[in-house]
């Protein structure tokens, strides 16, 4: 049975850090395309970072790049999202997902910026 659980949320100031993890169960994480993605209140969700299969191709948005960062490892099956220089717009429910055959999301955790 596949599962991703992700952790790591919680409230944090502006300019802060934060990191997130992905524990995933019943996936390949050498082979699944990866990705992650934010909701924020009253808004449609986006795609923010992914890692192509086999972490050939690595891709963010322009909101994020140079602050957030995208990285995996296989042994403890685990994908991670640190997230440097946060500020109040990146609030918001991040999920992550993962796609091998199907694709396949977490429940989110919410990340609150705000002093």
């Known amino acids: 049975q596949v599962q991703l659980v992700e952790s790591g949320g919680g409230l944090v100031q502006p300019g802060g850090s934060l990191t997130l993890s992905c524990k995933a169960s019943?996936?390949?994480?050498?082979?699944?395309?990866i990705g992650w993605f934010r909701q924020a209140p009253g808004k449609e969700r986006e795609g923010i970072t992914c890692i192509s299969g086999r972490g050939a191709f690595t891709s963010s948005i322009e909101t994020v790049k140079g602050r957030f960062i995208t990285s995996r490892d296989t042994a403890k099956s685990t994908v991670y999202l640190q997230m440097n220089s946060l500020k109040p717009e990146d609030t918001a429910v991040y999920y992550c997902?993962?796609?091998?055959?199907?694709?396949?999301w977490g429940k989110g955790t919410l990340v609150t910026v705000s002093s």
């Open positions: 019943g996936l390949n994480l050498q082979t699944s395309s």
């Open positions: 997902t993962m796609v091998q055959g199907a694709t396949y």
